[in-house]
Nanobody
């Protein structure tokens, strides 16, 4: 089983920045993709950004130009640099990892990001 642990959430004013980190541990043979999702109160969980082992990246339209995802898969780690934060970015941010051999889809426990206006 693979465990994902997030860190770096918190409270920030609008226009500010935060950096999230997620470290995967456990029985990892190889990483297919890691990424970040978020869920605001009363809303469905949505993809924020994801990066594959081949460095293919997807961003939600709402965060393009403001958020940057990066990875250090030698350390089983993915980062999310969030700049120009807006109150609508307030949500619980979840790390997600898809791993190979065996195929696993795992989630972290989530970290709260709150952006005040």
């Amino acid at each position: 089983q693979v465990q994902l642990v997030e860190s770096g959430g918190g409270l920030v004013q609008a226009g500010g920045s935060l950096r999230l980190s997620c470290v995967a541990s456990g029985r990892i043979f190889s990483i297919h993709r890691m990424g970040w999702y978020r869920q605001a109160p009363g809303k469905q969980r949505e993809l924020v950004a994801a990066i594959t082992s081949g460095d293919s990246i997807n961003y939600a339209d709402s965060v393009k130009g403001r958020f940057t995802i990066s990875s250090d898969y030698a350390k089983n780690t993915v980062y999310l640099q969030m700049n120009s934060l807006k109150p609508e970015d307030t949500a619980v941010y979840y790390c997600n990892g898809v791993f190979n051999f065996p195929v696993q889809n795992n989630w972290g426990q989530g970290t709260q990001v709150t952006v005040s206006s």
